[in-house]
């Protein structure tokens, strides 16, 4: 993700969020799909971080040789388009 992506998807995550407070008209069962969601989403950034060396070094081991695996994608639309996330991103906004 380029930074102003991430710049974008953080703009969005914090108005929905400015949007769930606004409105305390909304039940606790039609926002905790998506606050749980979130948090989910923290905790596995975490985990993923702390693996992240060991998951370099048994990439790095394998390079080269013929265990490595290509890394494909079966999403049609990020070769047509380039990131599926990008298009996905450049498709909401106002």
Do not use: H
């Not at 914090?14 to 606050?35: C, F, G, I, M």
């Not at 394998?62 to 990020?78: D, F, Q, T, V």
């Amino acid at each position: 993700m380029t930074p102003a992506d991430l710049k974008y998807l953080e703009t969005q995550i914090w108005k929905s969020a400015d949007d769930l407070r606004a409105n305390p008209d909304l039940a606790a069962n039609e926002y905790d799909t998506p606050v749980l969601g979130l948090i989910f989403l923290k905790f596995a950034d975490g985990k993923f971080k702390q693996q992240l060396p060991a998951i370099q070094a048994e990439y790095d081991k394998l390079k080269g040789g013929r265990r490595e695996k290509p890394i494909e994608c079966n999403c049609k639309s990020s070769r047509a388009t380039g990131s599926p996330l990008r298009s996905a991103l450049q498709t909401k906004r106002p």
